[in-house]
């Protein structure tokens, strides 16, 4: 028993609930990519390798540049961290205190509940529309004077749905400017709606809105932990003094530069996962699934669906439980023809209705 006197919040903080695994499963629970990087990319990690004696660069001056170019904005627009989980925290903890509070939607990436408090603000959850997409209005009209961060997440972990930068523009323009508008972009490569695009170019316009990026997802790099927030410089020098100095690591760094300049063995490998996306959706759907438009590297089975998990088990696949459906990431055709099967078995046998 620890005498430690625990801020009384750290305590109650919900914990961060990693998918299963097991031994020899295929796990499409977690999002990630189901290939490695492209050669170009594992090469610059070997390489990297020779040097690890070496703190890595401090300000990661050569990626914040890579990517500076990319957006067409300037290196100190740029910083990175420990994947966008870091950044989320350190964005938080920028303009929160104990009795301010944070917006953000509800259901959607379980790391929101648990940073917000980790940073001493209060959670304001606003639940999703029922096709799972955010409810922008309420949202609008959850802000108080309390309220110093708004989340978006687009493409919407777990349930699929993309804002279009109209819509994402519409709100900022409505949100008071003392207020941080968080857009999380982790999953918008896999974006193909029209209308859907990042939001960097309203940082121009609005020094309150921070875009976070990840290489966890379309560039395959979830292991290595690096992912990045682009917004107003004065903003992001606010954010990077909260963040962890050496954080992010050399082979890290590496591979993130190396990603970016291999730009069309990240779009091939984003390109077949869409197209396995629109190829077993639909045909989920056709089985009477209800799943939510997608845009992201995964999709939401809804209804009365759980035994599917236990039956994917049986299989060696690891799917995603939660209390709105079961998420499965888009894998390879093989996986995917395999939870196919499995889906197709238990609509048969079960009452699926949602
Ligand atoms: C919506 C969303 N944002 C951010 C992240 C965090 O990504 P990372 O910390 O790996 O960069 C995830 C990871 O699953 C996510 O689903």
Not at 324 to 343: C, H, I, K, P, T
Request: glycine share 6%; charged share 20%; hydrophobic share 45%.
């Amino acid at each position: 028993m620890t005498n430690l006197r625990f801020r009384p919040a750290v305590l109650s903080l919900p914990r961060y609930k990693p998918s299963k695994s097991a031994p020899d499963a295929v796990k499409i629970s977690s999002n990630e990519m189901p290939t490695p990087p492209s050669p170009a990319v594992l090469e610059a990690i070997a390489r990297e390798l020779q040097t690890i004696n070496r703190y890595p660069d401090l300000t990661a001056a050569p990626l914040r540049q890579a990517l500076g170019n990319r957006f067409g904005v300037g290196a100190d627009q740029v910083c990175v961290g420990t994947g966008s989980s870091a950044i989320l925290v350190a964005a938080l903890s920028a303009v929160c205190q104990p009795g301010t509070q944070v917006v953000f939607p509800w259901r959607s990436f379980e790391s929101y509940p648990i940073a917000v408090p980790t940073v001493g603000a209060d959670p304001v959850p606003v639940p999703l529309l029922p096709d799972g997409s955010h409810d922008l209005v309420a949202m609008h009209e959850a802000i108080t004077a309390d309220t110093v961060a708004v989340i978006v997440c687009s493409p919407n972990n777990p349930t699929g749905p993309a804002l279009t930068y109209e819509d994402i523009a519409a709100f900022v323009a409505d949100v008071p400017d003392d207020v941080m508008i968080i857009v999380d972009e982790a999953y918008i490569d896999f974006a193909t709606k029209p209308g859907v695009r990042t939001a960097v170019p309203l940082i121009e316009t609005h020094p309150n809105v921070v875009v976070m990026r990840t290489f966890s997802k379309a560039h395959a790099l979830a292991g290595v932990r690096v992912g990045y927030a682009i917004g107003d410089a004065e903003v992001i020098g606010a954010i990077q003094s909260l963040l962890v100095p050496f954080g992010v690591n050399s082979l890290a760094l590496a591979a993130a530069l190396a990603s970016l300049t291999d730009a069309e063995g990240v779009q091939c490998a984003v390109a077949d996962i869409v197209a396995e996306r629109e190829r077993i959706v639909p045909a989920l759907r056709d089985l009477g699934y209800d799943i939510p438009d997608t845009q992201s590297n995964f999709y939401l089975l809804r209804g009365n669906v759980y035994g599917l998990v236990d039956e994917c088990a049986r299989v060696g696949l690891i799917v995603r439980p939660f209390r709105e459906g079961v998420r499965v990431s888009v894998g390879s055709r093989e996986q995917n023809d395999l939870f196919y099967s499995v889906a197709a078995e238990f609509a048969r046998t079960h009452e699926i209705g949602a």
